[in-house]
């Protein structure tokens, strides 16, 4: 079985957010690596988008859906995404991941087979 997900956001909605915030949405390895760039706002706004499409995905084939927390982004060396999900519940899924981000919009698409 195959699903889908995307999501689309404005970046302006992460800018200058505080960390009991953040905390709330995302991990701390994520917190980390966004806060170490030269535009966190993007980077966290890409993050959100990829946790919204990793929820439609998995609704869209009846799952429960997760808490944001459950779904974290991580990168490889080479510096594309993927999803560790945190929760035993979707392991049997693999999750693919690709984000895009520029100045005011940030989008993530999200396969799942
Ligand atoms: C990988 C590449 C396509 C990313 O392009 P980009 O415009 O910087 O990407 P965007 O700004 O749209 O999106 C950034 C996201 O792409 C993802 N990304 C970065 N490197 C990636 C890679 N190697 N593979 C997949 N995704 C990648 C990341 O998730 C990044 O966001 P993050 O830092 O918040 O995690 C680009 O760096 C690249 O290598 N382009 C090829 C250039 C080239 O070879 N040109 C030929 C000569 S003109």
Same mark, same amino acid.
């Given at each position: 079985? $195959?699903?889908?997900?995307v999501d689309i956001e404005d *970046? %302006?909605?992460f800018e200058n957010k505080n960390l009991r915030? $953040?905390?709330r949405i995302f991990t701390e390895n994520? *917190? %980390?690596?966004?806060?170490?760039?030269n535009k966190p706002?993007?980077?966290?706004?890409a993050r959100f988008c990829a946790k919204e499409a990793v929820i439609k995905a998995l609704s869209s084939i009846g799952e429960n859906k997760p808490?944001?927390?459950d779904i974290e982004v991580l990168k490889k060396e080479n510096g594309?995404?993927?999803?560790n999900i945190l929760i035993d519940e979707y392991k049997k899924y693999n999750i693919l991941l690709s984000i895009s981000h520029e100045?005011?919009?940030a989008v993530a698409f999200v396969i799942i087979e």
């Open positions: 079985m $195959l699903s889908i997900g *970046i %302006s909605r915030f $953040l905390k994520e *917190i %980390s690596y966004c806060l170490n760039t706002q993007q980077h966290l706004c808490r944001f927390l594309a995404p993927y999803l100045n005011n919009k």
